[in-house]
């Protein structure tokens, strides 16, 4: 009782695309939450490091305690986060990403065109009226031709 794999996807190239995207973001979601979890428990073992096992009490930059700055930097660090998870990928999202393709594609096109119009003007293909000759080129040496003769 063997079942032959089905290798053919029933899902169009369009849906694979939207799906890989779904889960991109879901992706990215979960690790911008991971990252808010981790900065919690991290912010409560800072607090419990210089509170109850008084490590670093006595360091103090500008008035403020050090895990106070800590706290501060890593928390600044999660707002760039969020701000690439929810804002950049807004501004930057696959719309962004198309029209940037597109943009690039027509550059090259164009490239092209001015290429192919430099070849015709430098090296313009003959005319259908007029016959075809090929260039001349020099025939191959003899060896066994005596130069003198």
Request: glycine residues 2%; charged residues 25%; hydrophobic residues 45%.
């Amino acid at each position: 009782m063997m079942s032959k794999n089905n290798t053919s996807s029933k899902i169009d190239p369009e849906q694979r695309e939207l799906i890989e995207r779904a889960q991109l973001r879901a992706r990215q979601k979960r690790r911008l939450y991971q990252h808010f979890i981790v900065f919690l428990f991290g912010a409560v073992i800072l607090i419990l490091l210089n509170v109850i096992f008084e490590i670093g009490t006595d360091i103090n930059p500008f008035g403020i305690d050090w895990f106070v700055w800590a706290i501060i930097l890593w928390a600044i660090i999660f707002l760039i986060h969020v701000f690439n998870v929810f804002v950049t990928n807004k501004f930057f999202g696959r719309a962004w990403e198309n029209e940037q393709v597109e943009r690039l594609v027509a550059k090259q096109q164009r490239k092209i065109a001015e290429l192919q119009k430099k070849v015709e003007r430098d090296h313009p293909l003959p005319h259908k009226e007029e016959p075809y000759i090929p260039p001349t080129t020099p025939r191959p040496i003899d060896p066994d031709q005596p130069t003198n003769t």
